[in-house]
Structure formats: C-alpha cells, structure tokens
C-alpha cells in the first residue's frame, strides 16, 4: 500500500517503531508534507557528483571473465559542488549524483524514487523508478541524463527528484536489504554482478 | 648577468602553474581567493625583475634575485596547499563547521583554507602580510576523508589566536624570568659547567652570555604556544581532542625529542591537568598510551630543553586559563554530553544528526562509537569492515545536514 505524504510525516515525527524509524534528514518540511495532498516527498540533489573517465576503458564488458575488472576510481571520478556552486549537465550527457538526504527505511516500508516531471519536461531525466529496498539506509544514488538540447544548470539543495514509500507487507519483517550501497554519502557505481543462470547462459560452449 | 634571466624563468614558470591551477575545480571560494593573492605577489615580485634594466650593478641585482627567490622559497609550499585543497580526497563537509568555528575565534573577516598535507604531522601555516586574515590548516593526506581528526583543528586554530591575540608578546617577560630563574636556581651547576663564563649576574648584561641562553628562552616560547594550542584544542574539542591526539602520536615519534615542542609525555599531563580544569574526562590511563622520548643528545641541547621544559611548567596553567577564557569570550561552544547522547542515539541507527549538534558534539560521538566494538552487529547490511567509512559518512553527513539548517535559518 502506498503511503500518503501526510502518513510519511506522521511516520517522521512519531514512528510506530521508534526502534526501527522512517528517517529523511535533512528533514523535510512536514508542515507541507501534511497539507501537500501527495503521495510522495520531493529529495534534493546532493553536493557530490560521479562522472565516468570516458577515456580511461574502451567498453565495459561484464560477460569477460579473464579481464581484471576495473576499479570504481579507474572508471568515475568525484567531484565535489558546494551549496552556492553549479554543476552544468550538458546535452546528452550522464552523471551519478546523491540526493541530499539520508534515508533510513524502516523494515516494512520500500520506495521508489522518480524524477521530477517538471525537469524531465526539460530533458533532465532521473533514474528509471530506482527501488530502494526495506532496511536501506543511505543517501540515494541518482542517475541524471540531460536527453534535451541546451545545456541544464543544477545546484545542490534543488528538489530534483521524489521518493513514493508503500508498506511492505509479509515475511519476515527483521530480514533487509544486504545492499552495497548501504550506508553511502557519496554516489556509487557498484558492480553488475551476473547470477549463476546469466553466467550460464552466457557460455557459448555447447 | 645571467642569474636575473635564470630569477625570470623561475617566475615565468611559477606564473605558467598558477594559470593553470586557477582552473582547477574550488570546492570554497576563500581558497581560489588566495590563490589570486598569490599570483599578485609572484606578478608584483616578476615586475620587480623586469625592471632590474642594464644599469643595475651586480650587487643590486643579486640582491633584488635573492629576495626573488626567497618568495618562491616561502610561497611555492602554499600554492601546493591549495592544490591539494581540491583533491575529492578531502572531506568537504567539515569546511563549512570548521569556517564558523575560525570566524567565532578569531573574526569574521577569516579566510580557511582546509587542505592535506603530505607530511604527517597536521600543520598550520602562520598568517603573512600577504595572505591577511587566512587560516591555512591541513591533514594528512591519507587522513583528509577522516572527520574523526577534525578536532586536531583546535590545535591549529589555536596558533593563529596565539598569533592574533598577541599572547607571545603577553608571556614573553614572563618566560624570560622564569628562563632565567631556572638557570640561576636547579640547573644552575650544570648551565656553569656548559658555560663557563657565565656568572648569575652577567647573564642579562653580558651580550656574549646572553647568547648561551636566549636558545632556551625561544624553546620555552614555542613549547608555552604549543601548550596553549593544545589547551584551545582541548576546550573546543574536549574528549575528541585527546582521542584525535593519540590517534597521531601514540605512543611517540621515535627518535630525539625537539626542544621545541615538550617532550610527549610532558605534554601528555599537561592535557591531562587541563583537563580536569576545563572538566574534560580523560579516557581511562590515557598516558599509558605514550611513550618516553630520547633527549638531544647533544649535552647543550638537552640542558636548554630541561631549561625550557621548566619555565613552560611555571605558566601552564595560565595559558590553560588564557585559553578558556578566550574560547568563552568568544562565545565557542563546549561540547554537551547531552547532546552527544541524541547524536549517538542517532550514529547507533544508522541515521545521520539531526542538524542541531555542534561539530564537536558530532565529532565527540564519532570517537565514542569508533571505540564501540560492538557497533552496529546488530545490522546485518554493514559489513564489519565498512563500520568505520560508514562512521566516517555519518559523522560527515551531519555536519552537511547542520550546513543546510544553518543556511536554511538564515534565509
């Protein structure tokens, strides 16, 4: 079940388990999030950003088992924005970014974060429905594309994206997400890790 | 006069890297800022040359070369500061918390500039008439990302107070006495078998005695800046601060001590005596941590330390004081155990502050959990080995979260 916003900020100023709370910080304005009528509360962009060293690897090829993977800092680079400062992504460009606020969900609730309809309306493209899984804890990685023509100014502190939380209901409640990426303040790549069946099927040997 | 062409050259290429380091990615605009100063000096020092026309004598022209390249000397290491200060390595964050603290201490017309340093041992770079207002304060490198060290800051801001509040001059008569009332009293025979010549009354009156001397008398001034650094350290910072301290320096750097610090374990009760004046609480046997340190082995050396080491002793606890009261002066907070209690609640789920904690609240819960073995066993998505990166994110993200309450109050 999809929770209203003005459940999100009861969740947020009094969790029903205060052992294991909803945590949005920095947080958000829950005067509006009451009023707001929404399903949804708006995440702002981070300060750090990831971009890939285009020049540094010819392709990724994750099916290679004999190739040395390459490290996160061999294939991106960081770069730092302060609040005040700009990042311009240009046409048909991509970077990993960080939502501002750290998320904690609580071990009955998931989310899915969806770009904003007003900046993709001018090109600026967030993820596709990132889920994030009950347990996680972190700042959320986004991936921005700029699909438009003209090159788009962004700057920490923005609303850029939303994140919609639904109940999780079934199993057992204790059991989270394992996640990599749990605990992160910065944007991250991670590895695609293929399962035992892709790794099958992937093998050309009959 | 090929040295003025060579002084030429030098400038030439060091004006080349300032363009070049110009377009390098400031994470804070103070720092870009210095780097501008420094390119007007290099360019005001590289006119200067230009016009040492033909007609200047051999001897002016060295002269004015000279002085060229002592700037370069002086100069060349802050321009490789602020390089380093852009490396993604650094943890941004704590600019912000950092600048505010340097602003409250010492104005707020205060430039930081936060950087790494590849040498070990956390350094400041003192004030110059040609960086007014800047506080340089830098790491080491492999420890930038760490906000755990942060609180080794209070040290280094702690120079700069020294500097500006003129507390070297304020102490200066008074080490001088306690120097010489040192040598006259309990070192005195040794002092007479170093310098024969001296006699307790031509100490002060003979120029050529007065030089046996005045080594120790600049011994005591550094060691009593240094004491008074670490008692600023110890007042922003509190527990953090002798967490941090050994972090560093336990159990000492081997090798001879220098005079100009005291020795490790000296300096070791002195913050554990300020502590219990500023009502710090010392982590149990904290001194067991440290080790002794050889003395100079060169005899004179080791006398002028021991000389040193007693007239600092004298005035420990009133730059102990001095510091106090300037930090409360200046309206420094002192960290709240009730506060670090709701960060730590905070760090133990996982979640970040809540934006009201003062740095040193944070910093102070970080040190409490990194010492917390059973820290987050019961989160089965934290890998013990992630344990301290994820404290390190934690402690980070709360200082950027208690930026944007900040910036956000304001408006």
């Not at chain 2, 336990?250 to 000296?266: A, F, K």
Request: proline fraction near 6%.
């Amino acid at each position: 079940m999809m929770l209203r916003a003005d459940r999100m900020a009861q969740l947020l100023e009094s969790p029903d388990n205060p052992e294991d709370p909803l945590v949005i910080r920095p947080l958000p304005n829950l005067g509006e999030l009451r009023t707001s009528g929404s399903a949804s509360v708006d995440l702002r962009l981070g300060c750090w950003f990831q971009v890939f060293r285009e020049s540094r690897f010819s392709h990724l090829d994750v099916y290679d088992t004999t190739a040395a993977t390459p490290s996160e800092s061999q294939l991106t680079k960081h770069h730092y924005v302060a609040f005040g400062e700009r990042f311009i992504l240009h046409p048909h460009s991509f970077v990993l970014a960080v939502t501002l606020e750290w998320i904690r969900l609580p071990c009955n609730v998931a989310g899915y974060v969806v770009g904003r309809s007003s900046w993709g309306r001018h090109g600026l493209i967030i993820a596709t429905a990132t889920g994030v899984h009950p347990g996680f804890t972190g700042c959320l990685t986004l991936e921005l594309t700029n699909v438009g023509e003209v090159p788009i100014t962004i700057k920490p502190g923005t609303t850029i994206c939303q994140i919609f939380l639904h109940s999780v209901q079934g199993g057992d409640p204790k059991r989270v997400d394992l996640s990599r990426f749990v605990g992160k303040r910065k944007p991250t790549i991670g590895a695609i890790r293929l399962d035992e069946v892709a790794r099958k099927l992937a093998d050309n040997t009959l | 006069m090929i040295y003025v062409d060579y002084a030429k050259r030098r400038y030439d290429a060091a004006i080349i890297e300032i363009e070049r380091l110009k377009e390098s990615e400031f994470p804070y605009a103070h720092i870009r800022e210095a780097l501008l100063q420094l390119e007007d000096v290099f360019r005001s020092q590289r006119i200067q040359l230009d016009k040492l026309i033909a007609k200047s004598t051999p001897v002016i022209a060295k002269n004015a070369c000279s002085q060229s390249l002592g700037y370069l000397f002086t100069y060349t290491p802050f321009l490789g500061f602020i390089l380093r200060s852009t490396n993604v390595r650094n943890a941004f964050e704590l600019y912000a918390p950092v600048m505010r603290l340097a602003r409250r201490l010492l104005g707020n017309d205060t430039k930081l500039l936060l950087s790494s340093e590849w040498d070990y041992s956390p350094f400041v770079y003192l004030p110059t008439s040609d960086l007014p207002d800047c506080v340089l304060i830098g790491v080491p490198a492999f420890e930038s990302a760490n906000p755990l060290l942060i609180s080794l800051a209070g040290h280094e801001l702690g120079h700069n107070v020294w500097s500006k509040c003129g507390l070297g001059k304020k102490f200066d008569s008074q080490l001088r006495s306690e120097v010489l009332r040192t040598i006259k009293g309990p070192h005195w025979i040794d002092f007479q078998t170093c310098f024969p010549h001296a006699t307790p009354d031509n100490l002060t009156t003979d120029m050529f005695v007065q030089q046996t001397w005045l080594p120790a008398h600049a011994y005591a001034k550094r060691q009593l800046e240094e004491v008074f650094c670490d008692m600023m350290g110890l007042r922003l910072f509190a527990e953090a601060y002798l967490h941090a301290f050994a972090y560093l320096l336990s159990p000492c750097i081997p090798g001879e001590r220098t005079p100009l610090y005291p020795s490790i374990q000296t300096r070791v009760d002195y913050l554990l005596k300020g502590s219990r004046s500023i009502g710090v609480s010392a982590p149990a046997e904290y001194a067991e941590l440290f080790d002794k340190q050889s003395a100079p082995s060169s005899p004179v050396t080791n006398l002028l330390a021991d000389i040193a080491d007693t007239a600092v002793e004298v005035l420990v606890d009133e730059v102990c004081t001095e510091a106090q009261e300037i930090a409360n002066t200046k309206g420094a907070s002192m960290r709240s155990p009730e506060i670090i209690e709701t960060v730590l609640g905070d760090l133990r789920m996982v979640m970040p502050g809540d934006g009201t904690a003062s740095l040193a609240d944070v910093v102070n819960a970080g040190w409490i959990l990194f010492h917390d073995e059973d820290l987050w066993k019961d989160v089965p998505q934290i890998q013990p080995e992630q344990r301290m990166s994820v404290l390190h994110d934690l402690i980070l993200k709360s200082c950027e979260v208690a930026e944007f309450r900040e910036r956000t109050r304001a408006s």
